[in-house]
């Protein structure tokens, strides 16, 4: 059997449990998951209070991830993040507190409410997956994975993440209302935070980095490399943006297909694969020159996804 | 090279472009012009580069009434060729002045395209419109270049598109040079003001005055033969006759009777032939002589035994000003109706003015008395020509008040036209009609065109005596002085062949070398540039719309549109063909595309198991085969390992499936 079919029974319950914390909201579970698959990280921007936290800390709890959680606030400071050395006076030495950031799962909660400075300390943490405190340099744990929540920016009291900055997540998902039917489930049922704590791990860790070792190895076949390279040319050429993707992008963009296609089953990429995670992987690296109506994921869809021929 | 912005290379090429325009006007425009174009375009450069204001629109208004009443002053007009391109060329200088945006840019394109034009109103040699082309070229490009975002150009770019839109153009191009109706003549025919000088024939001869005879060797006309053309000494082309003489020169009668075509009573050779005669500027044509038929219809008329162009329109005779070409047949050697002249012709053809060239008339009466026959006399007085010390010469000394007796007692030196005057008086003063015929004699054969070519240094007079029973006949007294003149045909031929074999060794290679360039010269001129209404009709003959010649032409101008625009339909969808090398993508498309008859079509941003999934839910009676089949080309295209077995396995269920579609159909 073939490490695809492996891997999406492995995953199933996993997905299976997640979705019974997160109702509804199956396809950004797996896109959540594809994302940590293709070792990358997570951005979700939506409004307080609709699920973001829960969604973190269910997915590390089902996938047996060591996690913290940072409170972003404008008054953090990097060392809040990463940690920080301390005198022991009973050796002598300068010790090294490690900070939040030391865990497998890593939310940054309303990651744009904190300085520049402390949002940096933490990109720079997810880029090298290692810390540098006083010339001492402390590799983060494995795997990796920060969630990373971001109010929308018109909000009061934000600093936007610089484009830059943005390029660090794989991902950026919504997760946006649910329908009125779950909503009603959902004031129903029993406290989120009673049934995440009754959450079984489903994988350890080790299991999760052998899953993420088969993502590079998802078959690539020549006409899907084609569209591939097709959709961020147009997005340099088509004139809707207003800079294209780079080719760092192009290559996220490939490795969260190959998650896809591993979270499904599939041992090689096809187009849909690539379509399903488009949005997310392009969408915050992207800007429409000019103001389109309509939301920026439709416009998104209509622009590059739908202008784009399959090969 | 220097980094220059972009601003600059614009207008870098776009200077460059209309300065190749203009160009072959220069030889034409005052050298005002030309310097002020040329000062303009290196201070314009200069300005862009250093950002210098340019002129405000005072000065450039004032520039303006300046240099039309200059134009005007210089040519004493605005209208013409001449003060027309004058006119444009300085008023692309001003408009460079304030050549800013693209859209200046583009009207001293199209003042460079005007220039263009307005060159081959002046000339229609292939040469020349290779030029234009060339010049139309690099305006294209330098439009090209203006119309497109900075970005999108590259050095080599516009010059590349140009080329391929004038290629796209051709084909059009060609339609409608082949069927945009033909006009008689040439419709652009502008008022010149320098009317050309034309070398040729003179409807007057004076042979005392001309110390020197212009040896020009430029074509005269062209004759092509349909079967072989005459012999060298047969070739004698009449083209006007002069019989007024006045003691010193011969002059044509300006008023004579029409006459018909001779008709040929015995032997002789027949020769059908068609003459592209040059522009003259005069109306008569060449023919060989005799000429017996002439195209029926109102172009031809024969006067005073002279056949000239009538214009049938304004029953008028016109002038050749541009190239003509018209189909006749002469007789050589023939005995043309010995009717007798009539009694008003026999005086005119036996005048002489009282008490001139008394010397000659002595020794006509004294030379006839000892003939038995006017026969005898002719022959007796080419004998003397021959036996006495005459002298072929083209630069005789002038004569004085008595040129007839000076020449023939005096000086014996002279050419055809000094033989040909001499020759008739004699005849006269001894009662027999003569008169004197200005025309060519000779031709070289081309072999490469197939023709003959006359040049205007092959011009030459003759004499035609009425011998009773016999009609006039030809009788060339300088062939009885210079044979070779005649053998030759052509003057500075028969002096200077001698001399240049000795100077430059054997010259065939350089003469063949002229009779090929010569050659594809005519051929141009023939196919080309004189395609006339004539052409046109023998075209639409081919094409068997012959009869119906306005139907014609605008049938075969909306055929000729249609296929150069299916030809131009056919090299976009070669151009934008989908290319696919890959026979399952092939084999992909084209079930989507019997799926998509079937009323389901796939976008083209759609996947395939995407597309598989509404397929199955618009077509339910396909949707397990349909789902087999997105699976098989999913895993024979975009799985890892797929091999040749999975390829003809989806080929396979892909033409089944199509199969089925078809025979489904409502």
Known sequence: MSHAADTRRALEPVIAALNGIVLGKDRQVRLALACLLARGHLLIEDLPGVGKTTLAQALARTLGLSYQRVQFTS????????????????????????????????????????TPKAQSALLEAMEERQVTVDGHTHPLPEPFFVVATQNPSYQLGTYPLPESQLDRFLMRIELGYPSAALERDLLRGRDRRELLAGLEPLLDGAALQSLQAHVPKVHVAEPLLDYVQALVQHTRDSGHFEAGLSPRAAIALLRASQAWALLHGRPGVVPEDVQAVARCVAGHRLELRTAVDGSHAADLDRLLLEAVAVP | MKARSPGLRRLFVTCGALALALAPHLAQLPVWISAAFAGTVLWRLLAEQRGWALPPRALRAGAALGATLAVFAGYRTLNGLAAGTALLSIMACLKLLETRAPRDHAVLVFVGYLLCLATLLYEQSFLRLSYVLAAAWLLTAALARVHRPVEANTEVRPFRLAARLLALGLPLAVVLFLFVPRIEGRFWALPTSTPRHMTGIDDEMSPGDVAQLGLSDDPAFRAWFEGPPPPPEQRYWRMLVLEDFDGRKWRRYATSADSGAPEVVAGGALYDYRIVLEPTSREWLAGLDTVVRWPSGEAFRSRATTLVRIDPRIAERVPVTAPFSYSLRSAIDAAVMPTALPRDLQRRDLQLPDGRAPRARALAVELRTQSHDDRDFVARVLDRFRREAFEYTLEPPPLGAEPVDEFLFATRQGFCEHYASAFAVLMRAAGIPARVVAGYQGGEFNAYGGYLLVRQSSAHAWNEVWLAGAG??????????????????????????????????????????????????????????????????RLLDRLGLGERSWQGLAIALATGFALAALALGAWLAWELR?????????????????????????????????????????????????????????????????????RTRFLALARALRRRLRVARP
């Not at chain 2, 044979?483 to 065939?508: C, I, N, Q």
């Not at chain 2, 397990?624 to 975009?638: E, G, H, K």
Request: proline share 8%.
């Open chain 2, 578 to 646: 989908p290319r696919h090398r890959d026979p399952l993508a092939a084999g992909w498309n084209a079930l989507c595309e019997r799926l998509a008859s079937a009323g389901v079509p796939r976008a083209p941003a759609e996947g395939p198991l995407d597309y598989a999934r509404r397929v199955a839910a618009a077509l339910p009676a396909f949707a397990p085969a349909m789902a087999a089949l997105a699976d098989s080309y999913v895993t024979a295209r975009y799985l890892p390992g797929a091999s040749a077995a999975d």
């Open chain 2, 472 to 537: 006039w006949v030809r009788v060339d007294p300088t062939a009885a002085v210079a044979p070779d003149r005649v053998r030759r045909g052509s003057l500075p031929r028969a002096l200077t062949e001698v001399a240049g074999a000795r100077l430059f060794g054997d010259l065939a290679w350089l003469a063949r070398a002229r009779a090929m360039w010569d050659a594809g010269r005519t051929a141009w001129y023939e196919a080309v540039v004189n395609f006339d209404p004539a052409g046109q009709q």
């Open chain 1, 75 to 114: 008054d953090l400071l990097p060392a809040d993040v990463i940690g920080v050395s301390v005198y022991d006076r009973d050796s002598g030495r300068f010790e090294f507190h490690k900070g939040p950031v030391f865990a497998q799962l890593l939310l940054a909660d309303e990651v744009n409410r904190a």
